[in-house]
DNA sequence: CTACGTATTGAAAATGGTTTTCAATATCAA
DNA sequence: TTGATATTGAAAACCATTTTCAATACGTAG
């Protein structure tokens, strides 16, 4: 999985005229094996530790373009920071976020994507993307709450 | 209306300890009589011409304290602007919004809020808010896309 | 393999929406 | 009316992110 992410970012660039370089394939890396929904700070710390030449820019930069190369999905929840996971196929989630630690539990329901079809159709409306986000307690935050 | 919700906001002031201006009345009154899903700068721009003394500032800070008394729903879509709509009762809705023009729809759909305390349940999860945006071309722009 | 045009990099400065600071002013209970 | 203090407006600060710019690395033409 981590060799194949680097080929597709490879076959990526070389289609747009772009460079492959040794700190985007270094900052891939350690995003893959990285936890998920990383800020581009989070991951410029994570990368700094083997690799401590790579500069704050570039880490920000990367995670757009791996945004565009389709190897990553870029989130904004409501914390002020963007955050980016891995994207390993096209399939696609929605999102538990807990308010009080920060959990973040991933979910589908094609139920919920149905009806959201359906929504849109009676208003002539062509959906190319959204944003479902379910903000409370997890369940631990819950029993500690009591 | 109007009167209702100054009253409102008065009688959410003395209940905090805080106290009434004719800066926060005016801006309320603004506020309500302008369009839905303000941002701060569009707001002050509209206060601005019949009290073009209040300052940028005391805008920020009354919409802050309108969404605090219940009489503002904050939004964060992603065009990077808070928005704020009033909000008359306790009911709530979800946004379609148009990446071409803007234009925001709203809807409700009580089988997605329902399924959305399903996935809750399932995941032990106690819901406090949710945001659902679906984002795409509306009815308009989908034909003069063609 | 080498040279050259240019994409990329790191550091620092800039950006832009929002918040904070601070001295002057307004509110309101006593 | 007075005094304690909440609020205001202007300007500065904040802070995540983007841009600038000179130095460097990449990759292809030759
Ligand atoms: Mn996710
Ligand atoms: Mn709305
Ligand atoms: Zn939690
Ligand atoms: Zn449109």
Known sequence: ???NAVEQLS????????R??????????????????????ELYL???????????????????LLAEAGLADERRFEDGFTRYEYKASDDHHDHLICTKCGAIIEFENERIEALQQ????????????????????????RKKDR
């Not at 660039?13 to 772009?18: F, I, K, N």
């Open 118 to 141: 359906d929504v849109a159709r009676k208003n002539h409306f062509l959906v190319q993307n959204h944003k479902l986000e379910l903000y409370g307690l997890c369940g631990d935050c």
């Open 11 to 18: 076959e990526y660039l070389a289609g747009q005229g772009l």
């Open 20 to 41: 492959s370089t040794t700190q985007r394939d270094q900052i891939l890396q350690v995003f893959i094996s990285a936890g998920r929904h990383l800020s581009a700070e």
């Open 46 to 64: 994570r990368v700094k530790k083997p690799h401590p030449n790579i500069g704050y820019a570039t880490v920000y930069r990367t995670l757009k």
């Open 1 to 3: 999985m981590r060799k």
